[in-house]
């Protein structure tokens, strides 16, 4: 008499992401967390501000675009820690590095672009340049805190 048995075996299905999907995702998730910070710290910033850059207006715009730079800013933080070889960090050193890139976020593009490109556009509110504001420093830092913590999660 022949009898059979059948074993199971843990078999792990998952799909791993590339670096620049799992930059994008944290961008994203990121940018989220700091929308949100601004819609309450600073409404008028996704109102207004964000979206007069592309010549839009309304809180929808203002909100899909920053999320849109979140994403894309994402990818050029996992493109920079692949061409450094720095992609294998661990969940506290990944969110310390996104958390230095978020401060150099504010610092290039807030500070600096974000009054030009808005002057350049015709945007009456413009600030002056340097553009320094609290509540922005605050928020990119958590927009990097939170990329490098997803990034290093999904990586």
Do not use: C
Not at 9 to 16: G, I
Not at 23 to 40: C, E, L, P, R, Y
Not at 103 to 128: E, T
């Amino acid at each position: 008499m022949a009898s059979e048995t059948m074993t199971q075996r843990p078999e792990r299905t998952e799909t791993a992401l590339e670096h620049w999907q799992a930059g994008a995702v944290g961008g994203i998730v990121g940018a989220i967390v700091f929308g949100a910070m601004m819609a309450m710290q600073t409404p008028e910033v996704l109102e207004m501000v964000i979206p007069a850059k592309y010549g839009l207006e309304g809180g929808l715009a203002g909100m899909v675009i920053h999320v849109s730079h979140g994403a894309v800013l994402g990818v050029v933080f996992a493109a920079l820690l692949v061409a450094t070889g720095r992609t294998e960090l661990g969940l506290g050193s990944s969110a310390a590095v996104g958390l230095v890139y978020g401060l150099g976020v504010w610092l290039a593009l807030a500070v600096v672009v974000m009054p030009i490109w808005l002057s350049a556009v015709g945007f009456g509110m413009a600030p002056d340049v340097p553009n320094v504001a609290v509540e922005s420093l605050v928020g990119h830092a958590a927009y990097g805190l939170v990329l490098g913590e997803v990034y290093a999660v999904l990586d």
